[in-house]
């Protein structure tokens, strides 16, 4: 687990938070740059840590993580200052935490710990977030994490295929490069570049996508007749599925709840109008425009690539939902960032 600067100050705020406050010998134990960090406290076992700078907005991805451990409960998430009202429903959801005011919930019996209400007085400033991780370069990391081998194509070959300005992408290298997960070897006509550590890419990818860029594309809200959508005909070039529906139709687990669309910011209405749906905030159908070229991302069918279909998923927190998108992960994105 290689964790960022500003990880390692908060999982570092943290432990020293906890520990004066309980009063416990809480050690951090680290076995080097790739392996998990752990959290000692007397009397358990070690707890896996799970650091979110986010401040609890990754917790779907924390909650799958539990899922994947298959044994519950022996992780903790380290976040920044977490409010009362906060801690008890991390409290209600048996999702172990501690922050950096020394706030926290532990239950591995014989030891119960949860302390809640404490503020913090050294708030760490979060770095600014890299271009890569910013709207623009979200769409161009899409691009490189679905199709293998497009990061050694020219930067002008990359501007056209995923739509953004060439400096963008020269941009975007560049972080990937810094952050270390893009490796440089050879020079000239021998420069190749190759993406590492994708799975976390992936996960970083994930998270900002739901905070970042997909907020943006959000079109709007509808409703249908009941069912509407299971005899529905999308055109893949006007509108593919995403979400719920298209983890139903990659996996018969789930009855989805909301209706996700991904269509052409400009011709909404192929949508619309043939499956008569109307406007209402409330309806559980919703609209999001396209953020890729067709040409180089194509459709699986009639649905979105499967990464975004996970992404979707992961952006809800619904249990199920995180099932199913491990499910989708295990069949369809595991070899697509496998390490070479």
């Not at 990659?250 to 991904?262: C, D, E, Q, R, W």
């Not at 809800?316 to 496998?338: F, K, P, S, W």
Request: overall charge neutral.
């Amino acid at each position: 687990m290689i964790l960022t600067n500003t990880e390692r100050a908060l999982l570092e705020a943290a432990h020293k938070a906890f520990a004066e406050q309980t009063g416990l010998a809480v050690e951090l134990v680290e076995k080097g740059l790739e392996q998990p960090a752990f959290l000692k406290i007397p009397d358990i076992d070690a707890l896996e840590v799970i650091v979110d700078e986010g401040g609890g907005k990754n917790l779907p991805a924390a909650l799958l993580y539990r899922k994947w451990l298959q044994t519950p409960n022996r992780y903790v998430v380290v976040l920044p200052q977490v409010t009362a009202p906060k801690a008890d429903a991390l409290r209600k959801d048996e999702i172990q935490f501690i922050d950096t005011a020394g706030n926290g919930y532990i239950n591995q019996p014989p030891v119960y710990l949860f302390i809640k209400g404490n503020k913090t007085r050294n708030v760490i400033e979060a770095p600014a977030t890299p271009r890569a991780f910013k709207q623009t370069g979200l769409k161009v990391l899409y691009a490189l994490l679905c199709k293998p081998g497009l990061e050694n194509e020219t930067y002008r070959t990359i501007a056209a295929k995923t739509g953004v300005a060439l400096g963008m992408v020269d941009w975007v290298v560049k972080d990937l490069q810094t952050l270390g997960f893009l490796l440089e070897t050879g020079s000239g006509r021998n420069r190749q570049l190759r993406l590492l550590k994708k799975e976390r890419l992936l996960e970083r990818w994930i998270t900002a996508y739901a905070e970042q860029l997909r907020p943006k594309l959000l079109l709007g809200r509808y409703r249908g007749a009941v069912g509407w959508w299971e005899n529905a005909n999308l055109k893949p070039e006007e509108a593919q599925w995403g979400g719920e529906v298209a983890a139903a139709k990659m996996t018969s687990y789930l009855k989805p709840a909301t209706v996700t669309i991904y269509v052409d910011r400009n011709n909404p209405a192929a949508v619309l109008l043939p499956n008569r749906l109307v406007k209402d905030p409330n309806g559980e159908v919703e609209l999001v425009a396209r953020f890729w070229q067709p040409e180089t991302i194509a459709p699986s069918g009639d649905m979105v690539h499967p990464l975004l279909v996970y992404a979707d998923l992961m952006a809800t927190g619904n249990q199920r939902n995180l099932e199913t998108a491990r499910m989708i992960y295990d069949q369809h994105l595991a070899q697509l960032v496998r390490e070479d």
